[in-house]
T-cell receptor, first 114, second 112 residues
Framework: AQRVTQPEKLLSVFKGAPVELKCNYS??????LFWYVQYSRQRLQLLLR??SRESIKGFTADLNKGETSFHLKKPFAQEEDSAMYYC????????????????FGQGTILTVHP | DAGITQSPRYKITETGRQVTLMCHQT?????MFWYRQDLGHGLRLIYY???????DKGEVPDGYVVSRSKTENFPLTLESATRSQTSVYFC???????????FGNGTRLTVT
């Protein structure tokens, strides 16, 4: 079965410092990985997905299949980046049973101090 | 606007009561999902639906019932609410199996 692990529940950095939110996954097939962000009491929003290889709000994430990781990085954190971040995995549709379900990690609360 | 609306935003109910959380999408996307959000557990899938009249259990389905008689609506019912079901519930939609999910604003449910 698939599993997503975010080892840090809380992460605090100062404004302007680099930030890295860790995500490791366990899945034997071809995964699709996502990062979602949830600002205070708001809906979850898609931040980025690995196949698009985009940089959103200065964040990037590289899928490392050897290390089964998909860490989220930003070189210079901003106060408005303070939020809950979720890493999520979508399994492939082998057998037509995926239905696009996402398996989420436990989440990391990022706080950026001024 | 994510094109998906949940109601109510907040609900307090008593143990043993039946409560229904509503989810409506303004699109006609096939896939819809219910997740619950709890600190330390992240989001866990309760039920999902691939189309009208097609639903299946997720990771934590016990105590919940869903229906999907219309593509646009995907209500979640707690048949006999328990305190352990106090949580924030999110409904989501996606257009096809490998598309990102778009979430509603959530319903914060408290069971006393």
């Amino acid at each position: 079965a698939q599993r997503v692990t975010q080892p840090e529940k809380l992460l605090s950095v100062f404004k302007g410092a680099p930030v890295e939110l860790k995500c490791n996954y366990s899945y034997s097939g071809s995964p699709e990985l996502f990062w979602y962000v949830q600002y205070s009491r708001q809906r979850l929003q898609l931040l980025l997905r690995h196949i698009s290889r985009e940089s959103i709000k200065g964040f990037t994430a590289d899928l490392n299949k050897g290390e089964t990781s998909f860490h989220l990085k930003k070189p210079f954190a901003q106060e408005e980046d303070s939020a809950m971040y979720y890493c999520a995995l979508m399994t492939d549709n082998a057998g037509g049973t995926s239905y696009g379900k996402l398996t989420f990690g436990q989440g990391t609360i990022l706080t950026v101090h001024p | 606007d994510a094109g998906i609306t949940q109601s109510p935003r907040y609900k307090i109910t008593e143990t043993g009561r039946q409560v229904t959380l509503m989810c409506h999408q303004t699109w006609s996307h096939s896939y819809m999902f219910w997740y619950r959000q709890d600190l330390g557990h992240g989001l866990r899938l309760i039920y999902y639906s691939a189309a009208a009249d097609i639903t299946d259990k997720g990771e934590v389905p016990d105590g919940y019932v869903v229906s999907r008689s219309k593509t646009e609506n995907f209500p979640l019912t707690l048949e006999s609410a328990t305190r352990s079901q106090t949580s924030v519930y999110f409904c989501a939609r996606s257009s096809e199996y490998n598309s990102p999910l778009h979430f509603g604003n959530g319903t914060r449910l408290t069971v006393t």
